[in-house]
Each structure stands twice: as C-alpha cells, then as structure tokens.
C-alpha cells in the first residue's frame, strides 16, 4: 500500500484531537469528524458512507524516532 499524505488534516487546528471520517484513502475527504468515534460513523453512514476511513488526530504530533 502507497504511503497517504495526511500534514494538510493533521495542520487543520479544527481537527486536533477528533475523529475524523474520510470518504476514501484515495479522496481524503473528511465526511464527519466530533469528540467520539460513535458520532463519527453515524454521521459518515447519514452521508451515505458505508465503511469510511477512520482516524483519530492527535492533539500534539511528535516525532518518531527510529
């Protein structure tokens, strides 16, 4: 699997820390984000999204050494 480029939604201050649901790993739309992940899919499956990608967004990003 292809590495996805995440920096434009993980720089979003609006979604640091949520949940965010995107329409595919190919379109990286964000279709719902909230506090809880059972929000999340419920608003993602009212737009029709069946099995969305499902992330969590940190609240701070540190670096990974290693």
């Given at each position: 699997?292809?590495?996805?480029?995440?920096t434009?939604i993980?720089?979003?201050?609006?979604?640091?820390?949520?949940?965010?649901?995107?329409?595919?790993?190919?379109e990286?739309?964000?279709?719902?984000?909230?506090?809880?992940?059972?929000?999340v899919?419920?608003?993602?499956?009212?737009?029709?999204i069946?099995?969305?990608?499902?992330?969590?967004?940190?609240?701070?990003?540190?670096?990974i050494?290693?």
């Amino acid at each position: 699997m292809k590495a996805i480029d995440m920096t434009k939604i993980y720089n979003n201050k609006k979604y640091k820390g949520k949940w965010l649901a995107l329409k595919s790993p190919e379109e990286r739309e964000v279709v719902a984000s909230g506090k809880r992940l059972k929000q999340v899919m419920e608003r993602a499956r009212q737009k029709g999204i069946l099995i969305p990608l499902v992330m969590q967004v940190p609240k701070e990003i540190l670096p990974i050494v290693g």
